[in-house]
């Protein structure tokens, strides 16, 4: 168990992972990267560094080192070791605790850093930013995905629903992110940090050129175009998994009784399979260049 950021250490949360990873591929039109990451890479002479931060089941990582063999060193960080074995080369992974004033690389070290998924794990986000751009060398590239914590049902996010006082065909759905936002509330975590990425990039002075994207993914079965329905199966699989994997959050967080808890989940997992509305998350997509010190 993952007692950082509550989420479990096993074969499902590895699984997870790396369907998270293949959606956002699909959702970036079969990329890993935005940004000018490839010239980033040509102008070096000597390989780039690369760091990949909260890495996960690996995926990206090892993406990364097989398109740029013989080009970049790839290093994959996360506080759980669940990362394989048989990997690129150029691919390494370490343990480390990313939600830390002093993250264990030295300044200017990378070309590239990446991260994704990290704001729940993150109590100090404007602190982590600062350390990102401690670590990037002058004209390096940061981007980060996050996932917006207010789930979309019908094109509209669930807590606008709430507060007009609307009901919805999911509330099994409804109230399990609604207790989960209250335990993130409760570690400190800012639920809005990834709609707020741009201005706290722009506040920490060690970043230009920010550019932010949105991406809505679709969860289920009910969009027609064929790229969009394979995200939302994708999707879908994810939330399959991620679910259960809140019980360890919400029960050590909510206060509430642990049939209650248990009884919630099943509730969102019974509109998970059942919904008859239109669910889906928005990602936040950003990139910023480091910008070079002043003469």
Request: proline share 6%.
């Amino acid at each position: 168990m993952n007692k950082r950021y509550m989420l479990p250490a096993d074969a499902d949360e590895v699984k997870r992972s790396e369907l998270n990873h293949r959606m956002i591929q699909f959702l970036l039109a079969g990329a890993n990267y935005v940004g000018p990451v490839k010239n980033i890479i040509s102008v070096n002479s000597a390989k780039s560094d690369i760091l990949d931060m909260g890495t996960g089941g690996g995926n990206w990582a090892m993406d990364i080192a097989d398109e740029f063999e013989g080009r970049v060193e790839v290093i994959g960080v996360d506080l759980a070791p669940v990362q394989p074995r048989d990997v690129p080369a150029n691919c390494t992974f370490e343990l480390c605790d990313l939600d830390q004033y002093d993250i264990p690389y030295p300044d200017g070290c990378f070309d590239v850093v990446h991260a994704r998924c990290m704001h729940h794990g993150i109590k100090n986000y404007p602190r982590f930013l600062l350390e990102v751009s401690r670590m990037l060398c002058p004209g390096g590239i940061f981007i980060i995905i996050e996932p917006d914590t207010d789930p979309i049902i019908n094109g509209e996010f669930w807590t606008d629903i709430w507060r007009s006082g609307r009901e919805t065909r999911v509330p099994g759905w409804v109230a399990l992110w609604r207790l989960y936002h209250i335990c993130l509330q409760g570690k400190g975590i800012d639920l809005a940090a990834p709609k707020r990425l741009r201005n706290m990039l722009q506040k920490t002075g060690g970043f230009a050129k920010v550019v932010t994207q949105q991406a809505d993914a679709p969860i289920g079965f009910w969009p027609q175009d064929d790229t969009q329905l394979t995200i939302g199966q994708q999707s879908w699989m994810q939330n399959d998994l991620l679910l259960p994997g809140t019980l360890p959050l919400l029960l050590s967080t909510s206060g509430q009784p642990r049939e209650k808890v248990i009884d919630m989940v099943k509730a969102a997992q019974h509109d998970l399979y059942h919904s008859r509305d239109k669910l889906a998350t928005r990602f936040h997509v950003v990139h910023a260049r480091k910008v070079y010190p002043k003469v």
